[in-house]
């Protein structure tokens, strides 16, 4: 660009030149000096920097591309230039049209506000990056180059493995009509069964989440063995027979026997033994012990400072062992091991001659391991009847309701009833391990209760 300044201010010195610019600006140019500018800084670049010629070139460049679609020094002759070899001659005339078909003419032309629309730049539209990116392509590029070493190598994928064994769906089977309400023929469907119908693919609810969840096993035992209503014994009966109803006096009878004792023996446990009381001489022994002469103790005193004196010397008196000692004792090992693994390989070749006992107690042993498995097996199936300790209450069984021999009754009109049903399914429940053995609240009073005498009455006393 400096180079350019100088070459328009050596044509302008030359005689002759015309300058169509204003005469002050030719005078400022040539009579004054050029103002020196700082170019390092960029407040300057564009307010002393001549950029029209540049400016120039890109729009004749642009205006090019618009009109003939690239510049017009990359063109081929063809394109800009055509051989004139005069007037072309008359076509011959053209066969009358026929009749029933539309003319040619000026109504197949395009409007003209059709053309003034029209995109006239020969420049192509740039092209859309959006358009042509894939969200995920790294990653799905990576999953195909990873499928496709897989496929090389013969391993099947696990989603093509479950696809594969996928049951193959009927498309000859016909969807199901459905029936009138009214048809006598039409399938009974219980809506408060047990099994729901499989109306949809197995496949097609699990991965659409509609597929119900696998019940555990564990689910379907019942917590207890016991029925939800035991029937009472025949004794139990309005009208029971003799024998019966003596049997269930003797079970009420050995429950409240059975209670007795448990009240008994915590009463002896917490009864006061008459000899553990005070008396006259158990009270003076008292007062008087730690009163005792104390010469006994002053006896003992010399005795064991001389049994202190001897433990003192033995300690002093021990010396080190010598060389020869320590050699006599690893012999007196060395032997003793060796007598021991002497005696231990006699009783194993002992044991050779005992095969017969050896194998009739491992025949023993195993008799009674299979004898302790029974009766755990047994213990087992007996503690399923019994109710499992489920809070920190134990369970109480129920009173049996029984009615002594002068309160039997005839009939049924004469009957009067025992128990509570209530408190029967109540107790029926926590014995089948449902619920927790509980208890009913106790009212407990948080303030004390205050007599206030009223006015009234107080007038009438």
């Known amino acids: 660009m400096a180079a350019a300044r100088r070459l328009k201010r050596v044509v302008a010195s030359q005689p002759g030149f015309l300058n169509l610019k204003s005469t002050s600006d030719s005078t400022e140019s040539l009579s004054g000096r050029r103002k020196r500018v700082n170019k390092n800084k960029k407040k300057n670049w564009n307010k002393y920097s001549d950029i029209n010629d540049v400016d120039e070139f890109l729009e004749d460049v642009r205006h090019q591309e618009r009109t003939t679609g690239g510049l017009l020094s990359e063109k081929p002759d063809d394109s800009l230039f055509f051989l004139d070899v005069g007037q072309p001659k008359k076509a ?4 009358e049209p026929v009749e029933g078909k539309k003319r040619k003419g000026k ?13 006239d730049s020969l420049v192509p539209p740039p092209k859309d990056v959006l358009a042509f990116q894939q969200p ?3 990653k799905l590029r990576r999953i195909a180059q990873k499928a496709e070493q897989l496929a090389a190598k013969g391993v099947v994928p696990r989603r093509q493995k479950q696809l594969l ?4 769906v009927e498309r000859t089977a016909k969807r199901a009509v459905t029936e009138a309400n009214n ?20 496949w097609y609810l699990q991965q659409t989440g509609k597929k119900l969840v696998k019940r555990p096993e564990k689910l ?3 917590p207890s063995v016991l029925p939800a209503v035991e029937v009472i014994a025949p004794g139990g009966s309005y009208n029971p027979d003799f024998f019966s109803h003596q049997a269930l006096l003797q079970e009420a009878h050995e429950v409240e026997v ?3 004792k448990e009240e008994d023996k915590v009463e002896r446990q917490l009864a006061v033994n008459r000899e553990d009381t005070a008396t006259e001489e158990t009270i003076l022994r008292e007062q008087v012990e730690g009163l005792v002469e104390e010469e006994n103790e002053e006896a003992a005193a010399p005795n064991e400072e001389e049994e202190g004196d001897v433990a003192v010397g033995a300690i002093t008196l021990s010396d080190k062992k010598t060389e020869r000692q320590r050699k006599r004792e690893k012999a007196d090992k060395i032997k003793e091991q060796q007598r021991l693994s002497e005696r231990r390989q006699t009783d194993q070749r002992q044991q050779l001659f005992q095969l017969r006992s050896i194998k009739a107690s491992i025949k023993q042993q195993d008799q009674r391991t299979k004898d302790r498995q029974i009766k755990r097996k047994a213990k087992q199936e007996a503690q399923k009847a019994q109710p499992r300790r489920l809070g920190k209450l134990k369970f109480k069984p129920q009173d049996l309701e029984v009615q002594l021999s002068d309160e039997l009754a005839g009939s049924l009109r004469q009957l009067k009833p025992e128990g509570s049903v209530l408190k029967d399914r109540f107790k029926s429940l926590q014995k089948r391990n449902l619920i927790e053995p509980r208890e009913r609240a106790k009212f407990k009073r948080r303030h004390k209760l205050k007599y206030v005498e009223k006015r009234a009455f107080r007038e009438i006393t």
């Open 107 to 119: 109504a197949s032309r395009p409007l003209r506000i059709d053309l003034i629309l029209q995109h």
């Open 165 to 168: 064994n996928r049951r193959p």
């Open 220 to 222: 379907n035992e019942k």
């Open 258 to 260: 059975k209670k007795k």
């Open 183 to 202: 048809n006598p023929d039409r399938e009974y469907y219980d809506i408060w069964g047990q099994k729901a119908k499989d109306t949809a693919d197995p």
């Open 136 to 138: 995920n392509a790294k």
């Open 92 to 95: 011959e005339q053209k066969a």
